[in-house]
C-alpha cells in the first residue's frame, strides 16, 4: 500500500469511528443496503452450488471406480469356476466397467461444459462485484467526511476566506464521485439478480438430464446381470430367507475348527 492509500485508510477509518459519536454525518445507505443483501444471498447461494456441484462430479466418479474396483475383487474369488455365480461376477463387472466408461465419456466432459463452467464463471465475477462495493463504500466515506467538512464550515466560516469554497469544491467532487459509483451499483446489482434464473436454467437441466442418463444407464447395464440369479430372489429377500441363508452360512464357519484357534 502506498502512502497515499495508507493516509485514505487512516482518514476513512476515522471517519467510520467518527460517524458512531455522531461527529459525522452519515448518508442514509438503506436502498443500496437492501440490494446488497440479495447479492450477497447470490453469491452465497451460487458458491454452495458451485461446490455441491463439483462434489456430485466427484461422487459419481467415485461411485462408478468402487464399483469396478468391488467387481474387480468379486470376479477374482471365483477364479476359474464357470458357475452360474461366476457368470454372474464377470458380467456385473463387464457392466460396471462399461458404466465408468460412460461416466468418462457421456457425463465428465459435457458435465463439466454445460454445468461445471458456466457456474464457475458466473462465480468468478463476485470478486469484480465486491471490489466495487468496496470502493463505492469508501467513496461514501469520502463523501461524508467532505460534506460535513463543508457543512461546519457554512456554520462557522473561519479566518480565511478559502476554505469554506475549498471545501465546497471538495464535497462537490466527492459526492460526484460516490453518486457515478452509487448509480451504477444500483442500477446493475438488481440485474445480475434478475438474469440468475435465466442464466442458470440451461445448466439445470442438463443437469437433470445427464443425472436421469446416469441412473438409466446403470439400470440397464446391471438388469442385465439380474438374469443370471434365480427369479425368487427378491421374494426371498422380502421374507427374510436370504437373512437365513446368509445366517446359515455363518454359523458354518464358526464351526470350521480353525476359527476356534487362539493365538
Not at 232 to 258: F, H, K, T, W
Amino acid at each position: 500500500m502506498s502512502w497515499s492509500g495508507l493516509k485514505k485508510a487512516i482518514n476513512r477509518s476515522g471517519t467510520t469511528l467518527m460517524q458512531k459519536t455522531g461527529q459525522i454525518d452519515k448518508t442514509d445507505d438503506s436502498a443500496f443496503k437492501e440490494e446488497e443483501q440479495r447479492y450477497r444471498l447470490l453469491e452465497k447461494n451460487a458458491m454452495a452450488l458451485q461446490k455441491e456441484a463439483k462434489a456430485y462430479l466427484d461422487a459419481v466418479r467415485n461411485v462408478s471406480a468402487s464399483s469396478t474396483r468391488i467387481a474387480t475383487t468379486i470376479d477374482s474369488f471365483f477364479g476359474s469356476d464357470a458357475g452360474e455365480q461366476a457368470m454372474a461376477a464377470n458380467a456385473y463387472k463387464r457392466a460396471v466397467e462399461e458404466l465408468e466408461s460412460s461416466v468418462t465419456s457421456s457425463i465428465d466432459a459435457p458435465y463439466r461444459a454445460t454445468v461445471l463452467d458456466p457456474i464457475g464463471k458466473m462465480c468468478s465475477y463476485w470478486p469484480e462485484i465486491n471490489a466495487a462495493i468496496t470502493k463505492r463504500n469508501k467513496k461514501l466515506l469520502d463523501y461524508d467526511a467532505a460534506r460535513t467538512k463543508y457543512r461546519k464550515l457554512s456554520e462557522k466560516p473561519g479566518e480565511d476566506p478559502t476554505k469554506l469554497p475549498r471545501a465546497e469544491q471538495e464535497s462537490d467532487q466527492a459526492q460526484e464521485i460516490y453518486e457515478v459509483m452509487n448509480s451504477h451499483l444500483m442500477a446493475e446489482l438488481p440485474q445480475i439478480l434478475d438474469l440468475r434464473i435465466p442464466y442458470l436454467d440451461p445448466s439445470f437441466e442438463c443437469f437433470v438430464r445427464m443425472q436421469s442418463h446416469f441412473a438409466t444407464d446403470g439400470y440397464e447395464k446391471l438388469g442385465g446381470v439380474q438374469r443370471y440369479f434365480a427369479e425368487g430372489v427378491r421374494d426371498d429377500y422380502a421374507s427374510g430367507q436370504l437373512d437365513a441363508q446368509v445366517e446359515g452360512c455363518l454359523q458354518e464357519m464358526r464351526e470350521l475348527s480353525i476359527v476356534g484357534l487362539q493365538a
